[in-house]
Structure formats: C-alpha cells, structure tokens
C-alpha cells in the first residue's frame, strides 16, 4: 500500500524477486524508503532480479530511487518513454552508476527465467512512446502493461494505461484475459472502458489507491462496472495491502484491514 501510487511486489516461484513500481516520493514522505524497503526487509529479501517501471511518472517511479540505492537490482525495465524530471533522470543515473542492466520494453516482448512464471508484455506497441517529448497520448498511455503467467492463472499490471491504450489492447484478444488484474490508473474514470473490462474478464481487481485522494480515484461508475461482472475488487485505501497467493490452478487473497 503506497497510498495514492502504485506498487506491487511479486515473489517467483524460485524465490527471486520482481518489483513493478514504486510509489510516491514527496519532500514529506518517500514510499521507497518508508514502506518498500522495511517490507523488503521483513521478506528478507536483499536482491530484486528486476525492477519495472511502468512509466516516469512520480506516483510509480519516485520510491524507485530509494530501492535502487538500498537493494541489490540486477535488471531495470521501463518503456524507454522519455521524462526531463529529476526523479527519471536520477534514476538512470542510478542505473548505469550500479551497473544494473538496463532493457526497454514494447508490445510482443517476452521476460525469460521467472522460475516458471512467463511474462508477457501486452503494451505500449508503436506510436505510444516517444524518446525525445511527452507522447501524443501522455504518459499514462505509454505505460507498460505486462502480463504474469502461471500455470493456469494470468495476473495483468496496467500501470496507469488509459481509453487509448486500453483500445490497443483490445488487439490480444483472447490473451488479454486474466485472473487478477491492477486496475489500470488507480480506477480512474479515463480508464477501465466496459469494452476492456469485458475483454478482460479477471475474478479479482486490484485498486492501488490513496484514502481521500484530490482526483477522487476510484471513480464509483468504475467500481460499479467491476462488481456488476461479478469481480471481487480490492481496494488499497480501504483494505491496505493487498497479499495473493497462486498454486497455479487456485488463488488465495487477504488484505493487511479486514472490512467487516
């Protein structure tokens, strides 16, 4: 739970680690340091095989920099979308400082040697990124989507794509599905088309979100098109963190709060 940002820690088979964002860091408050590395450490996990940032926006990348100057990282992964921020220029600094090796990813990509875990990248395709400017789209569509695959479970991190890139989605058909899904741009009413959440088809909704947020995230039409297909929708703000467990054939979840 890294309020209202995005972060999800996923823990492979093998034991290795991946990380998918990072949260916020603020002059008041930096979710790297203050949530992700005391919840790596609880874990005992003092390596990430991968880091991905799903796009340099500061609510994704920011605690980023404290879990790159803290933990060992052997890869670092990001759209290759080009920021003139501090905090995405200090981290590829940190990048080539520490020697991580650094991939872009696009449409079509495939991650190799998750200990059984196959992942596929379903965003951004060509035309939503752009090395030099902010994208015709924005940042938000130039998010990397990417699916986890295991055994008969399909979990999609959607980072904050929205109606644009979700409609580019639309193209995987059938592999677009999945079991657990972190809603695209914390529910945001620009994101979460019928048509998408349709194609998608997941059990669980996952809502990476901030209690009393100013942009009023999660709108309450988005919750409502999730649980009138029958998902179980888990929010952030409400419920904390947000623990699942997969044998590959069943999943398992339970929240830090428990909501009577």
């Known amino acids: 739970d890294v309020g209202q940002g995005d972060a999800a820690l996923v ?3 093998d034991g ?14 930096d979710q790297g340091e203050r949530v992700i590395l005391p919840v790596l450490r609880h874990l005992g996990i003092d390596r990430l095989e991968a880091v991905v940032a799903s796009h340099p926006h500061n609510d994704h990348i920011g605690g980023l920099i404290a879990v790159l100057e803290g933990v060992e990282v052997e890869h670092y992964l990001d759209s290759g979308q080009y920021c003139d921020t501090w905090t995405a220029q200090r981290l590829h600094d940190l990048v080539r400082e520490k020697g991580i090796h650094y991939h872009c990813l696009a449409a079509g990509d ?3 040697g998750l200990g059984g875990v196959e992942g596929l990248v379903l965003h951004p395709g060509t035309g939503f990124v752009s090395q030099s400017e902010e994208p015709a789209c924005g940042f938000n569509n130039s998010s990397v989507v ?19 890139a979700e409609a580019a989605l639309l193209a995987w058909g059938g592999r677009l599905r999945c079991e657990v899904l972190k809603v695209p741009h914390h529910g945001s009413p620009t994101s979460s088309d019928s048509t998408f959440v349709g194609a998608v088809q997941p059990q669980v909704a996952v809502v990476s979100v901030g209690q009393h947020n100013k942009f009023h995230h999660p709108s309450a039409a988005v919750i409502d098109r999730y649980e009138k297909q029958g998902v179980q929708v888990l929010r952030t703000d409400q419920r904390g963190a947000v623990v699942l467990r997969t044998d590959g054939r069943t999943i398992e979840w339970r929240t830090m709060v428990e909501v009577e």
């Open 11 to 13: 823990r492979l088979p």
């Open 16 to 29: 290795r680690s991946l990380l998918i964002d990072g949260g916020e860091r603020s002059p008041d408050f």
């Open 110 to 112: 495939s991650l190799t």
């Open 146 to 164: 990417l699916k986890l695959s295991y055994g008969e479970v399909d979990l999609l991190f959607a980072g904050d794509a929205e109606k644009e």
